[in-house]
């Protein structure tokens, strides 16, 4: 059971960062002006383009390996771990399409993108041994 409960926690860890990074790359668009197709569309791209992103990184593979098959009993330490693949990833995607975001852009994406996940993966930590705990009484 621990294992369907660790699989549960990583899946919700990367559909709540996906989502928190969709909306950072909408706040992050916005000087350049609003959609003309509203938030909803804007979300949904956002979405889409993250999801890909985190596919065809790898991001999504190695989260998952490290995720469900190791924890620590730091707290601290997964998030960190998450984090550090993030950027990872993220270097990996912004190397592999040319530099498509320009050097002003890329820091506040790798700052807030590293505490998104980190906060994403504390909290799904911190949710899963509440969870496993629960289902030890």
């Known amino acids: 059971m621990p294992m369907q409960k660790r699989i549960a926690v990583w899946f919700l860890e990367t559909q709540c960062e996906a989502l928190l990074l969709s909306v950072l790359l909408i706040v992050l668009s916005i000087p350049n002006g609003p ?9 949904l791209f956002g979405l889409t383009a993250i999801y890909t992103v985190f ?8 989260t998952a390996i490290v995720g469900i098959f190791w924890r620590s009993q730091r707290s601290w330490l997964y998030p960190s771990v998450a984090s550090v693949l993030f950027l990872i990833h993220f270097e990996i995607f912004s190397v592999g399409i040319g530099g498509a975001f320009e050097p002003s852009e890329r820091l506040p994406i ?19 041994r509440k ?7």
């Open 35 to 43: 959609s003309q197709h509203g938030f909803v569309h804007d979300l």
């Open 110 to 128: 790798r700052g807030a993108g590293a505490g998104i996940v980190f906060a994403c993966t504390f909290v799904g930590g911190w949710f899963l």
């Open 55 to 62: 596919f065809t990184t790898g991001y999504l593979l190695t």
């Open 131 to 137: 969870w496993i705990q629960v289902g030890r009484t």
